[in-house]
């Protein structure tokens, strides 16, 4: 039996949630998402909590158990609560804005650098080197926020570039002179 299978989720009072064939459907008040559910994955309401129970005891079946779990419980918590990440440029003269549903992002190249924000996801953007991106659904909040840090990846020896908050950059040792 798959340990984080078998945990029951417990719904908050404003979150409510409905299943029709294969998928599932939560509402709260950040909005409103949905998932398809695996072959041989049922869900049980009970008055308060929510059970995702597996019909055999097959390889496939056990695998998509926790998974299944895992995601409905995300989707629970990105309705009621949300999910953000946050990033923090470094360098001189790094910048970034958010320009309409863009960010607009100053790295050292010859010109900005232009990322189209997707539906669903807000950015912001706390003294021009913070960036805070935030969201319902958590893969798409740490994708967008993978892609930005893509965009100029902290380098090695002075640790320029976008890290995560509280990431820690491995530093190397730059030339020494010669004797």
Known sequence: MSRIGKKPITLPKNVKI???????????????LSSQLPEGISLTIGDGSLV??????ERLARSYHGLSRTLIGNMVTGVSAGFEKRLEISGVGYRAEVA???LKLLLGFSSPVQYDIPKGIDVKVDKQVNIIVSGIDKQLVGRVAAEIRALKKPEPYK??????VGEHI????GKSAGA
């Open 52 to 57: 995702i129970e597996r019909k055999s005891e």
């Open 159 to 164: 640790g320029k570039g976008i890290k995560y």
């Open 18 to 32: 409905s299943q029709s064939g294969g998928i599932v459907k939560v509402e709260g008040p950040k909005g409103i």
């Open 100 to 102: 309409g549903s863009s």
């Open 170 to 173: 491995r530093r190397k040792v």
